[in-house]
T-cell receptor, first 113, second 114 residues
Framework: AQSVSQHNHHVILSEAASLELGCNYSYGGTVNLFWYVQYPGQHLQLLLKYFSGDPLVKGIKGFEAEFIKSKFSFNLRKPSVQWSDTAEYFC???????????FGTGTRLQVFP | NAGVTQTPKFQVLKTGQSMTLQCAQDMNHEYMSWYRQDPGMGLRLIHY???????DQGEVPNGYNVSRSTTEDFPLRLLSAAPSQTSVYFC?????????????FGDGTRLSIL
């Protein structure tokens, strides 16, 4: 079955620390890749996406992600986190031969001042 | 432009009761979907629709029904509520399921089954 793995379930950082959240998927075909963020008490919002082209994609609020096809990975990065980045982050995969968007289990990020 | 609207925001049911969670979008999106969000399990796809009159099952469809009679509306029906269906339910829509189209999410319905 297609699946999306986020190995970091809970990450705690101090402000200005660098962030990298892992995302791996199990699907051999072509995929569209997404990172969504859910701030406390809010609905999910798109952070960034990979559709085609440059495997390094930049999103909102200084986030970026790199698609490494050979590793089936789409890791999220930010050089310097802020307290306002405290949220839950979800990786999602859409195999292009399906109409499904499959989410990972999420990573809860807590940033302390 | 209201986006994706879900009603109700909160609901408490007794085991065995049925109810319908409403979802409406005003963006003329063809693709709509329902997810449930549970702690430690992320979002799991329940049902989805690629257009009016077309629905299909997601990862966890058992105990739920959907219909898509119009482009705007995509209600989710719980046939006989069970405590395992206690969750937060999100409806989402996009122009298409393809082409990397981002999903627009509603604010969610928090459902408790006693």
């Amino acid at each position: 079955a297609q699946s999306v793995s986020q190995h970091n379930h809970h990450v705690i950082l101090s402000e200005a620390a660098s962030l990298e959240l892992g995302c791996n998927y199990s699907y051999g075909g072509t995929v569209n890749l997404f990172w969504y963020v859910q701030y406390p008490g809010q609905h999910l919002q798109l952070l960034l996406k990979y559709f085609s082209g440059d495997p390094l994609v930049k999103g909102i609020k200084g986030f970026e992600a790199e698609f490494i096809k050979s590793k089936f990975s789409f890791n999220l990065r930010k050089p310097s986190v802020q307290w306002s980045d405290t949220a839950e982050y979800f990786c999602a995969v859409n195999p292009i031969d399906t109409d499904k968007l499959i989410f990972g289990t999420g990573t809860r990020l807590q940033v302390f001042p | 432009n209201a986006g994706v609207t879900q009603t109700p925001k909160f609901q408490v049911l007794k085991t065995g009761q049925s109810m319908t969670l409403q979802c409406a979008q005003d963006m003329n999106h063809e693709y709509m979907s329902w997810y449930r969000q549970d702690p430690g399990m992320g979002l799991r796809l329940i049902h989805y629709s690629v257009g009016a009159g077309i629905t299909d099952q997601g990862e966890v469809p058992n105990g739920y029904n959907v219909s898509r009679s119009t482009t705007e509306d995509f209600p989710l029906r719980l046939l006989s509520a069970a405590p395992s269906q206690t969750s937060v339910y999100f409806c989402a829509s996009s122009y298409s399921s393809q082409g990397g189209q981002p999903q627009h999410f509603g604010d969610g319905t928090r459902l408790s089954i006693l």
